[in-house]
């Protein structure tokens, strides 16, 4: 985050090199990337969803999921969830609003940190597996096997034959686990530069928000490119008619929650699910691999 080092943070860049045009240790955010923030990436409101009509269709739509989870619970459904993204997305964010009412015996949040080097010497997926839901059950994974195609190649923590044989082998395995009957529910949220810039930020000046901030988060800024050819190549690679992506365009953190509860609502059939209250999710937001390549 220090590359290009400025006194100030009010100098627009022109090269386009966004992301190491300011300083992140100065305190205050430059002005432009305030202004540029919520429509970077495409997105394609003007202002933030207000917090009291958030509010509203949260709470409503958690009634909806404590219905879900009955239903899973009763039927003995398996629901495996995945959250990918890049840092600052809102991954974390979004999860903690989906589980916050459900019973915690039958809702797991997985979020593994780096592997060890037992688990260095097993398959790749060996350590996930471990963590697929019983009968029963809804887990969520924060962060994924799909750390394989994303920040391990981009960050240099695997070699490109092991990123290749993942993309070739990830279909397979994924075809396994819905073929045992696991629900498996994919989303990759989408955030615009500006936006992640301003984000990181104020986690650099929060000190309740500095634990979420990483060595690799500071690095990654400088390979914003990187990891978009990554990202490119995983959705085409990985997208399939038994495990689809959905791709959520995340600028604004309200929405975003939203959308994602109303497609995770979408895919099940439950016992009094209330599709007048659910509502659809935003086509201007919620985006098919296809479409989002298509531009939306």
């Known amino acids: 985050m220090h590359g290009g080092r400025m006194g100030k943070n009010d100098n627009k860049p022109n090269s386009g090199a966004t992301r190491q045009a300011f300083n992140m240790e100065v305190p205050e955010l430059p002005g432009w990337i305030e202004k540029a923030a919520l429509a970077s990436g495409g997105y394609p409101y003007d202002n933030e969803m207000k917090r009291k009509k958030y509010e509203r269709h949260l709470h409503k739509l958690q009634i909806e999921l404590m219905k879900l989870q009955r239903h899973v619970i009763d039927t003995g459904e398996r629901i495996a969830i995945v ?3 890049r840092d600052s997305a809102g991954k974390g964010g979004t999860i903690k609003r989906i589980t916050e009412h459900l019973n915690p015996r039958q809702a797991r949040v997985v979020a593994l940190t780096k592997p060890t080097e037992v688990e260095h010497g097993q398959w790749y997926m060996q350590r996930y597996v ?4 019983t009968r029963g059950e809804i887990v969520i994974f924060d962060r ?3 750390n394989r195609a994303g920040v391990e190649p981009v960050m240099g923590f695997c070699t490109p034959e092991e990123t290749r ?3 070739e082998a990830v279909p397979a395995f994924e075809r396994m686990l819905t073929d045992d009957g ?3 529910i994919k989303f990759w949220l989408d955030i615009g530069e500006e936006m992640q810039l301003k984000r ?5 000046h929060d000190p309740l928000k500095q634990w979420k901030l990483s060595p690799i988060d500071i690095k990654g800024l400088g390979l914003w490119d990187d990891y978009t050819r990554a990202r490119n190549t995983m959705l085409r690679r990985s997208d399939s008619m038994n495990a689809p992506w959905t791709i959520v365009r ?3 953190k309200k929405r975003l ?4 509860i109303r497609s995770i609502l979408g895919e099940v059939v439950y016992k009094g699910r209330d599709m007048e209250t659910i509502g659809r999710p935003d086509s201007r937001l919620v985006h098919t691999v296809d479409q989002f390549f298509a531009g939306g």
């Not at 990181?200 to 650099?204: G, I």
């Not at 929650?257 to 994602?260: A, P, S, V």
């Open 83 to 85: 959250f990918e993204g």
């Open 130 to 133: 471990e963590h697929m839901p």
């Open 144 to 146: 994924s096997w799909y």
């Open 165 to 167: 044989q993942f993309l």
């Open 182 to 184: 696991i629900r498996l």
């Open 200 to 204: 990181l930020h104020a986690r650099q």
């Open 250 to 252: 995340a600028n604004d």
């Open 257 to 260: 929650r939203l959308n994602i």
